[in-house]
């Protein structure tokens, strides 16, 4: 019902900026939430922010302040600006989407995109 496909991630220095994206395709009428997660090596899963479509954020701790989710649900693309990056922030950053409206069917989902790879040098 949905395809999520990542950009944007890339080696950088701790201190500097990515924007990462993740647009959504297929024949689905809208999209509820939707997340980035991160995973480091050897680390599990994180949950880093959500965004729901009516607006309401959600940020891990680790992160408020440096990062900021935005979607453009036009373009059924949403974006998560990485200010102030550390390496500890290095990982691979996977969006999700929950709640699709396809067909006049929800689907709770969630629905994974493959991951960027975010590496902040020291």
């Known amino acids: 019902q949905v395809r999520l496909v990542e950009s944007g991630g890339g080696l950088v220095q701790a201190g500097e900026s990515l924007r990462l994206s993740c647009v959504a395709s297929g024949s689905f009428s809208s999209i509820q939430d939707m997340a980035w997660h991160r995973q480091a090596p050897g680390k599990q899963r994180e949950l880093v922010a959500t965004?729901?479509?009516?607006?309401?954020?959600w940020y891990v701790d680790t992160v408020k302040g440096r990062f900021t989710f935005s979607r453009d649900n036009a373009k059924n693309t949403i974006f998560l600006q990485m200010n102030n990056l550390k390496p500890e922030d290095t990982a691979v950053y996977s969006c999700?989407?929950?709640?699709?409206?396809?067909?006049?069917?929800?689907?709770?989902?969630?629905?994974w995109g493959p991951g960027t790879q975010v590496t902040v040098s020291s």
């Open positions: 999700a989407a929950e709640g699709i409206l396809y067909h006049g069917s929800l689907y709770r989902g969630p629905y």
């Open positions: 965004l729901t479509r009516r607006g309401t954020e």
